[in-house]
């Protein structure tokens, strides 16, 4: 999995399986043998895993994951996914540390760790979320910050090589959040290639990503991906971002 641009989506807490199902079976149809150098990934409910999964079909052209495990094999832990179940359902990504999981689900560094190293030790792929809080940004601390945060997640954990980090400042993310400057985002993913572009498979950008500023973010350096939820919770609006990491790749075609 050595994709020149990761471009995923998580649909976070939305959709059916039906309505999954049906955006899976289309992003097939758009997608076909794939696009050189692009690695699509789709993480949808954990309801719809296996279903979506199917539906992409046996080629893994698009990856699909979970937006959360556990890092126990195996237990009691009512309410919890372990990351061999992710797998049996065809998850080869596991997202760990989102922001918002670490809001309102008591998810630490600590934890984060933890699941790193469950995910990486049953083949699978994490991808750490880390990101900075409004506060942070206007202190100046981001760089400080995220760098805190990644470092402790692979903290003692050796064969990151197949790990994706996203960067996903808070105050970019979601319905509240806006969007980046390109030089607003600058340093960290500076800061990050330099700590973490030959130790990991990539860095993506998160937070307010659009079909209208994924050229622009493409460009800054570091940038080994886009990570996006509601501008690509409609299939066409994933389709577009794809095409942007395509049109970046190969600008003349
Ligand atoms: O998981 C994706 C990120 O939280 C970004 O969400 P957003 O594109 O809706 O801001």
Not at 209 to 236: D, H, K, Q, Y
Request: with cysteine.
């Amino acid at each position: 999995m050595n994709a020149a641009l990761w471009i995923g989506t998580s649909f976070k807490m939305n959709k059916t399986r039906a309505q999954a199902v049906a955006y899976a079976a289309r992003l097939r149809e758009a997608v076909g043998a794939g696009i050189p150098g692009v690695q699509p990934f789709v993480l949808p409910s954990a309801t719809a895993l296996a279903e979506v999964t199917a539906a992409l079909g046996p080629e893994r052209t698009v990856l699909t994951g979970v937006q959360n495990a556990h890092w126990a094999s195996a237990g009691a832990w009512t309410g919890e996914l372990s990351v061999p179940q992710a797998a049996d359902a065809g998850a080869a990504i596991v997202e760990i540390g989102h922001s918002e999981r670490r809001a309102h689900f008591a998810e630490t560094d600590a934890t984060v760790r933890l699941k790193v190293e469950a995910v990486l030790r049953h083949g699978l792929t994490p991808l750490v979320c880390c990101g900075e809080s409004a506060e942070d940004f206007a202190r100046g601390r981001s760089v400080d910050r995220v760098l805190e945060q990644v470092a402790a997640a692979f903290d003692g954990i050796g064969g990151t090589g197949r790990a994706l980090v996203a960067y996903e400042p808070v105050w970019a993310i979601g319905e509240h959040g806006r969007a980046p400057r390109p030089e607003e985002i600058a340093p960290v993913h500076r800061a990050l290639a330099e700590e973490w572009g030959d130790r990991t498979a990539g860095v993506l950008y998160g937070g307010s990503v659009t079909p209208a500023n994924a050229p622009e973010l493409l460009m800054v350096p570091g940038v080994g991906g886009l990570f996006a939820g509601r501008s690509a919770w409609r299939v066409e609006g994933y389709l577009a971002l794809l095409e942007a990491g395509r049109a970046h790749l190969a600008p003349a075609g």
